[in-house]
């Protein structure tokens, strides 16, 4: 069945700029109407949603941090990714990526997460 | 953006029991699109009920969701020591999509 997998630094340096890449295996991530998706949840809050991205490259992105992040895709090698730039210990996290199966949809399948902790 | 206010916090309850749990939109919620999703610790969220009513697929009967509008309710009729845990609501009607703070509902 469909696994999504973080990968990435789990330190980041303050200012500097956080890479992850999610990595579809089980499936094509160019499959017509998944959109594909980061939410991130800080230790011990709530989640929030970054932006997602379609196959074809068509991005949405929370407006809180609509300045700072960029979603990308990889159609060659199954994989899309996520940089966050100028980041500071807020944006220390747990990141998931996750698919929905339309615009308008719910969160059907999630990676297991990835801890990133931001700090000199 | 819509702000989503759950309630209770905390729910107290023994295994068998009812939990009733609440999410409160800011503004109505399109077309019922409204999500609930289950957490353990250290894992990923799971998908429950999309479209406010749907179970995800392999979701047991036991989990029902409700509402419209501004105000929906994910109910767990007799609760499973597997079902302790905290739950969130989501929005996906309206730009950003955004989740509640979560309840959590732990062993009385």
């Known amino acids: 069945q469909l696994q999504l997998q973080e990968s990435g630094p789990g330190l980041v340096k303050p200012s500097e700029t956080l890479s992850l890449t999610c990595t579809v295996s089980g499936g094509s991530i160019s499959s017509s109407s998944y959109y594909w998706g980061w939410i991130r949840q800080p230790p011990g809050k709530g989640l929030e949603w970054m932006g997602s991205?379609?196959?074809?490259?068509?991005?949405y992105y929370n407006p809180s941090l609509k300045i700072r992040v960029t979603i990308s895709v990889d159609t060659s090698k199954n994989q899309f990714s996520l940089k966050l730039t100028s980041v500071t210990a807020a944006d220390t996290a747990v990141y998931y990526c996750?698919?929905?199966?339309?615009?308008?949809?719910?969160?059907?399948?999630w990676g297991q997460g990835t801890m990133v902790t931001v700090s000199s | 953006e819509i702000v989503l206010t759950q309630s209770p916090g905390t729910l107290s309850l023994s295994p068998g029991e009812r939990a009733t749990l609440s999410c409160r939109a800011s503004q109505s919620v399109s077309s019922s699109y409204l999500a609930w999703y289950q957490q353990k610790p250290g894992q990923a969220p799971r998908l429950l009920i999309y479209?406010?009513?749907s179970r995800a697929t392999g979701i047991p009967d036991r989990f029902s969701g409700s509402g419209s509008g501004t105000d929906f309710t994910l109910t767990i009729s007799r609760l499973e020591p597997e079902d302790f845990a905290v739950y969130f609501c989501q929005q996906y009607g309206s730009s950003p999509w955004t989740f509640g703070q979560g309840t959590k509902v732990e062993i009385k």
């Open positions: 996750a698919r929905h199966r339309s615009y308008y949809d719910a969160f059907d399948i």
């Open positions: 479209g406010a009513s």
């Open positions: 991205i379609y196959y074809s490259g068509s991005t």
